[in-house]
Nanobody, 124 residues
Framework: EVQFVESGGGLVQAGGSLRLSCTTSGFPFHDYAIGWFRQAPGKEREGVACLSTRDGSIVYADSVKDRFTISNDNAESTVYLQMNSLKPEDTAVYYC?????????????????WGKGTLVTVSS
């Protein structure tokens, strides 16, 4: 069974950093987009960052460009989101998700697999 498990969330003060991890299991695919999405209280789920194993393409939401960095390990079993200069508006549940055969994108509805999320709270 395909499982994505997010970790690394927690409480951090504005300006601080966190590194989220998404460990995958039962995911034997080679070409796919995998990334991070978040849902803040009272808001719609939105794309944050995504990379594709097809061509190495990466996309970021405008709100996190120059602050967040997505990466994966060589085995592509773990995906990371390095979050720097965190702001209170970054507070959300962060989800790892993947879309088979896809280039990097931030379209929530196109993602095929989802983790259960990890909560990031940024205090001011």
């Amino acid at each position: 069974e395909v499982q994505f498990v997010e970790s690394g969330g927690g409480l951090v003060q504005a300006g601080g950093s966190l590194r989220l991890s998404c460990t995958t299991s039962g995911f034997p695919f080679h070409d796919y987009a995998i990334g991070w999405f978040r849902q803040a209280p009272g808001k719609e789920r939105e794309g944050v960052a995504c990379l594709s194993t097809r061509d190495g393409s990466i996309v970021y939401a405008d709100s996190v460009k120059d602050r967040f960095t997505i990466s994966n390990d060589n085995a592509e079993s773990t995906v990371y989101l390095q979050m720097n200069s965190l702001k209170p508006e970054d507070t959300a549940v962060y989800y790892c998700a993947a879309d088979l055969w896809a280039f990097a994108h931030l379209v929530v509805t196109e993602m095929d697999y989802w983790g259960k999320g990890t909560l990031v709270t940024v205090s001011s």
